[in-house]
Nanobody, 115 residues
Framework: QVQLVESGGGLVQPGGSLRLSCAAS????????MGWYRQAPGRQRELVAA???????NYANSVKGRFTISRDNAKNTVYLQMNSLKPEDTAVYYC?????????WGPGTQVTVSS
């Protein structure tokens, strides 16, 4: 089985920064994609950013230039550096691991951007 544990969420003022981390444990294959999704109240879960084990990245248009996804394959950990945060970035952020056609999800971490 696979377990994902997120950390790093919290309350930040507009224009501030946060760094999310997600550590995966269990049976992790060498080839996989890890990513971050978010879900705001009343809205569907949406992709924020994803990164393959080879380092290819994909970002939602709304976060391009502000967020950076990275990973440490040796630690099975993915990071999301979030800069220039806006109130509309407020959501629960979920870590995702896709491997061998199966999606795994973390429990989520709350990010609130408010003055």
């Amino acid at each position: 089985q696979v377990q994902l544990v997120e950390s790093g969420g919290g309350l930040v003022q507009p224009g501030g920064s946060l760094r999310l981390s997600c550590a995966a444990s269990g049976t992790i294959f060498r080839i996989n994609t890890m990513g971050w999704y978010r879900q705001a109240p009343g809205r569907q879960r949406e992709l924020v950013a994803a990164i393959t084990s080879g380092g290819s990245t994909n970002y939602a248009n709304s976060v391009k230039g502000r967020f950076t996804i990275s990973r440490d394959n040796a630690k099975n950990t993915v990071y999301l550096q979030m800069n220039s945060l806006k109130p509309e970035d407020t959501a629960v952020y979920y870590c995702q691991l896709l491997q061998n056609g199966v999606n795994y999800w973390g429990p989520g971490t709350q990010v609130t951007v408010s003055s």
